[in-house]
């Protein structure tokens, strides 16, 4: 492979609202173990520590988290405090909001409207903040946010969050958010092999919106993380290179448009390295036609 000391503003830049961030960002999730989403996950906290150290050496100042990001053992909000605060003033913290889970790691049912100001105070005491940068509601299944969106607009207008995004959305959720607050951006899932989000991709390209993709890296197999064969035109890529695929996935993700921010993660040092990197990997238009011919629907 190919060195990684690659920082991260080689991808250029992006600004929600008035925060400008690099277009590599980081992702928490696996911080807390293999996924955080497993209650019985855990991690070396030194290490996790480490590579969160190291992300903001190499220029990352775009940090997705949430406090639903847990195991018995760690909590990524923690973590993030432990290891920079205090903060970084051009350091953007993201959080999301809607989902819960209780104490023993069992989701639990989504948050009302009027319980979304108890998860956005549980993020700032976490974090040890007195403001949120970036919060995202998880859109769980609902036809309409309005009811939702709206609550968070208020917290907004209280001075608990600085800018709002929608997360797992449909662009019928984005012009419902947008009729009540500014919308920065979306985080959907998106990659090579999960092009649902194609008309999604678009709409925010068109209002000047962050898209912010999950699960770029891990595909299919999502919170298990990249536990699939990958796909031949994948590795093809990747060897004209000399690379690793995950970086190929991020380049081809990266190269979808100017308004689209990555945000991979990992726990591993080298990992996060060579994640960073992509911001300085360019494919050529016909390396982008092999790989948008993978072409899979999200499901």
Not at 20 to 25: A, E, H, L, P, S
Not at 227 to 255: C, F, I, K, M, N
């Amino acid at each position: 492979m190919t060195s990684c000391a690659v920082p991260a503003a080689a991808a250029g830049t992006w600004t929600l609202g008035d925060l400008k961030v690099n277009r590599v960002g980081f992702g928490a999730m696996r911080l807390t173990g293999g996924a955080a989403f497993d209650p019985g996950a855990h991690s070396d906290r030194g290490r996790a520590i480490e590579v969160l150290r190291r992300a903001v050496e190499l220029g990352v100042n775009h940090i997705d988290t949430a406090a639903f990001y847990f195991s018995p053992l760690r909590s990524a909000n923690e973590l993030i405090n432990s290891a920079l605060a205090p903060y970084a003033d051009d350091l953007v913290i993201a959080t999301k909001i809607g989902p819960a889970r209780d104490a023993g790691g069992e989701w639990a049912t989504p948050a009302r409207p009027d319980q979304l100001r108890g998860q956005v105070e549980e993020n700032l005491r976490q974090l040890g903040r007195d403001h949120l940068d970036l919060v995202n509601l998880r859109v769980m299944g609902e036809d309409s946010v309005s009811e939702h969106f709206g609550a968070l607009a208020d917290l907004r207008d209280a001075g608990l969050v600085r800018h709002l995004g929608i997360s797992a959305a449909r662009p019928e959720h984005l012009a419902q958010a947008q009729e009540i607050a500014p919308v920065v951006c979306v985080q959907n899932r998106y990659g090579v092999d999960a092009r649902g989000g194609d008309g999604m991709l678009r709409a925010c390209a068109a209002h000047g919106i962050a898209f912010v993709p999950f699960f770029s890296i891990a595909g299919e197999g999502r919170e298990a993380g990249a536990v699939r064969a990958e796909h031949d035109e994948v590795r093809a890529v990747a060897r004209a290179h000399g690379v690793s695929t995950a970086r190929v996935r991020l380049a081809w993700v990266l190269q979808q448009g100017a308004h689209v921010l990555a945000i991979p993660g990992t726990g591993d040092p080298e990992h996060l390295a060579d994640n960073v990197a992509a911001a300085a990997l360019r494919l050529t238009e016909e390396e982008l036609r092999l790989l948008d011919s993978i072409g899979l629907p999200a499901s």
